[in-house]
């Protein structure tokens, strides 16, 4: 693999892409589109790290050597989307490549927190993308490290908080019962591995939240978790073929995977807070000393009211390649859930499954719904039975599985104060759909 570091880079762009739908009350809902084979996309970005202080990112290239240019670039932007650091790749097909992006993360208090990467082609066209959350792990409460983690993308002035922490801070929240507490100290106190959270929440929260009086901010949680071991969370890639053709084999992959993603609205009374000297371990083992508030906090009923719009996507793919017809030697079943809050019954579900290759694309819209929650299940599965005989061909069976979610909250607040409108999103897939989806999200929002 070869890379060199990048100084100036130009802008990405979008291909549009559409798809036909029809009406159905207050669902939009895609018929199924059927292919002969899903493509694979070019690049996923498998996860997204922190690992001896610089960023990394782990990157999966597709089996298809057409399918890659020679060389990518591998860029990160910070909150501000000022360009922090790039790498240039040579992709190689079928493997995995980690790189590390020095100097990608740089004093995030000031930045952003909700930090973003990007996989492009040396001549502009992007390839994937990832929203990633920058936080702290902190040793004690003076001595702290950067860490980074798969996110979802949302309007600048909405908070992102891990589905721990929000659970964490409800529960407080109803113990205390109005009554004013150390956010971080409290939060800490439950929970010690989200102290370093807790530091960076709380400073959105004096960012961006009235330092005194009844203050409303929005905030998103989300949660992605899968049995692939990937920060894809409901998009995977089961591919099940044998590894080698001159021996007879068998082979049964599965993965399930969630992803959960809320926007809400928090009211809140913040007493002008004290601040916090916390030392940041940088690369090369300097600490940055940086002063983070500790507001003292409590819950307010406000004079807020918000109501939500929901737009969802579920793709999938499944394909097999039989070697005795009539007898299937390769089979995938793919399924996919959407959810809207904490409702039992599916808005969406969807069952594909092989010996005919199908893709299918279902797709809701929801309108002034009083949850702004939602989450997607996915649960793939792709097998073959190989008698070693290649002169009859190699069996194999393949389920892919991807999604969108997009939310919109709208608030009306007499005492003003607070951004009228929030938004927040999140799109995985391992197919070269992502185009595809990002239009979608931009569709939704354009229509609103």
């Known amino acids: 693999m070869h890379r060199r570091s990048l100084r100036s880079l130009a802008p990405s762009w979008l291909r549009p892409l559409t798809l036909s739908s029809f009406a159905l009350g207050g669902l939009l809902v895609a018929t199924p589109a059927h292919a002969a084979e899903a493509s694979e996309a070019p690049a996923t970005l498998l996860d997204v790290s922190m690992q001896d202080g610089e960023l990394t990112a782990r990157i999966r290239w597709s089996a298809e050597p057409e399918d890659l240019p020679e060389e990518v670039e591998v860029l990160s932007y910070d909150g501000t989307d000022t360009l922090t650091a790039g790498e240039r790749v040579t992709p190689k097909a079928g493997e995995e490549t980690e790189v590390k992006l020095s100097g990608a993360v740089q004093e995030p208090w000031e930045t952003g927190w909700a930090q973003r990467l990007v996989v492009r082609e040396a001549k502009g066209r992007e390839l994937t993308r990832q929203p990633y959350d920058v936080s702290l792990a902190c040793e004690d409460e003076k001595t702290c490290e950067l860490t980074a983690a798969p996110g979802i993308s949302a309007s600048r002035e909405v ?117 916090q000297l916390v030392g940041i371990k940088q690369p090369g083992g300097v600490v940055k000393p940086v002063l983070l508030p500790q507001p003292v906090y409590s819950t307010c009923a406000g004079t807020c009211s918000g109501r939500f719009t929901h737009f969802a996507r579920i793709t999938g793919a499944v394909s097999a390649v ?37 893709t299918f694309i279902q797709a809701t819209t929801a309108y002034n719904v009083g949850s702004g929650s939602g989450f997607v299940q996915t649960s793939g599965e792709a097998s073959y039975n190989y008698n070693g005989n290649s002169s009859m061909g190699v069996p194999r069976g393949r389920a892919q599985g991807g999604y969108l979610m997009a939310v919109q909250g709208t608030v009306a607040c007499p005492g003003g104060g ?31």
């Open 418 to 448: 607070l951004y009228p409108i929030g938004r927040a999103w999140d799109i995985a897939t391992t197919m070269g759909n992502e185009t595809f989806l990002n239009d979608g999200v931009t569709l939704f929002f354009d229509s609103l």
């Open 322 to 358: 039989s070697t005795n017809n009539p007898f299937l030697d390769g089979s995938a079943t793919e399924q996919s859930k959407y959810h809207l809050g904490n409702g039992l019954s599916p808005l969406l579900n969807w069952t594909e499954s092989a010996p005919n290759d199908n």
């Open 159 to 275: 908070l992102h908080a891990s589905n721990a922490l929000q659970e964490t801070l409800a529960v407080i929240e109803k113990e205390q019962d109005g009554k004013a507490f150390d956010l971080v100290h409290e939060v800490a106190r439950r929970d010690p591995s989200l102290f370093g959270e807790a530091l960076t929440h709380a400073q959105g929260l004096v960012k961006y939240g009235a330092a005194e009086g009844c203050g409303c901010t929005w905030e998103a949680s989300y949660a992605r978790s899968n049995t692939q071991g990937t920060g894809l969370g409901a998009a995977h890639d089961v591919f099940a073929r044998p590894l080698a053709t001159n021996r007879p084999s068998k082979t049964r992959l599965t993965a399930q995977g969630t992803s959960q993603m809320t926007l809400s609205l928090r009211c809140a009374s913040l007493d002008w807070p004290r601040l």
